[in-house]
């Protein structure tokens, strides 16, 4: 089992910055490919970055290409979403995911390819 707790959302101005963070516990996480997802009031989830266990490989949905950045700290066992730029259409429940891998620059797209969720954390852009 994998325990994830995320924090840092809350309210900001378009335009404004935010820092989430997501700290696991359980299982190493160093083992873990791990994402972060959003869910907008009335809609599915839907991806927005990943990350590898190892290596730094990443990946970004298009909608937040070149605003967000995904980091992890293996020492730590933390992974973060540097959120810059932010418009009103990110307002969204954010949820870190992990998922037990064997490779080490591997990272997924899919919410069915992560085991272990947060509960979630509310981000609302005003406008």
């Known amino acids: 089992q994998v325990q994830l707790v995320e924090s840092g959302g809350g309210l900001v101005q378009a335009g404004g910055s935010l820092r989430l963070s997501c700290a696991a516990s359980?299982?190493?996480?160093?083992?873990?490919?791990m994402a972060w997802f959003r869910q907008p009031p009335g809609n599915e989830r839907e991806f927005v970055a990943a990350?590898?266990?190892?290596?730094?490989?990443?990946g970004y949905a298009d909608s937040v290409k070149g605003r967000f950045t995904i980091s992890r700290d293996n020492v730590k066992n933390t992974v973060y979403l540097q959120m810059d730029s932010l418009k009103p259409e990110d307002t969204a429940v954010y949820y870190c995911?992990?998922?037990?891998?064997?490779?080490?620059?591997?990272?997924?797209?899919?919410?069915?390819?992560?085991?272990?969720w947060g509960q979630g954390t509310q981000v609302t852009v005003s406008s």
């Open positions: 359980g299982r190493p996480f160093s083992d873990h490919a």
């Open positions: 990350i590898s266990r190892s290596d730094g490989n990443t």
């Open positions: 995911a992990a998922a037990r891998t064997y490779w080490n620059g591997r990272y997924y797209l899919r919410h069915y390819e992560y085991q272990y």
